[in-house]
């Protein structure tokens, strides 16, 4: 299986509670390479256009109030299958019906508030890593 790049975030419910080296604990175990990593505090601009695949859903509004309210932690991991098998590490989006060890059944919150983001496609993984990061800011 080839090395590929996906693209993740800890979100702000993780960053209040300290909880970015456990997180990154969990991510470097399943054996996914963080090859670029920044703590940013995003904009309201930033967050709408990152999530605008969902702006229709009722929850939109919530999601772009919680991602912009404290700083996240935005990486590019790298391994086999990397978009795959981070979905894998992260868990179900719902940290009820989160598989045991995986990051959302560890720290999440709620369905709302659920620790990280991962692309769920190669194709968006491309375009996320490129809102936030240029090609000499990762290093693999
Ligand atoms: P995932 O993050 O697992 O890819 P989605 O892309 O479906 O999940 O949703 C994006 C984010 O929106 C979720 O991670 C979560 O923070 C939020 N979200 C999704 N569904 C709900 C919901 N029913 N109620 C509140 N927030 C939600
Ligand atoms: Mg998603």
Do not use: W
């Not at 979100?11 to 909880?19: G, H, S, V």
């Not at 299958?81 to 179900?92: D, H, K």
């Amino acid at each position: 299986m080839a090395v590929s790049r996906t693209f993740s975030i800890i979100k702000p419910d993780a960053t209040r509670r300290n909880l970015t080296g456990k997180v990154n604990a969990v991510i470097e175990d399943a054996g996914l390479r963080i090859v670029a990593q920044k703590r940013v505090r995003l904009s309201e601009a930033q967050a709408k256009t990152f999530y605008e695949v969902h702006k229709d859903r009722p929850f939109y509004g919530e999601l772009v109030s919680q991602m912009t309210a404290e700083p996240v932690v935005v990486q590019v991991l790298e391994g086999e299958n990397a978009v795959v098998r981070y979905r894998e590490v992260m868990g179900s989006t719902n940290p009820k019906d989160a598989a045991e060890g995986t990051i959302r059944k560890l720290f999440a919150l709620s369905i709302g508030e659920n620790s990280v983001h991962g692309s769920d496609s190669p194709e968006n993984a491309t375009i996320e890593i490129a809102q936030f990061f240029s090609d000499g800011d990762i290093v693999g």
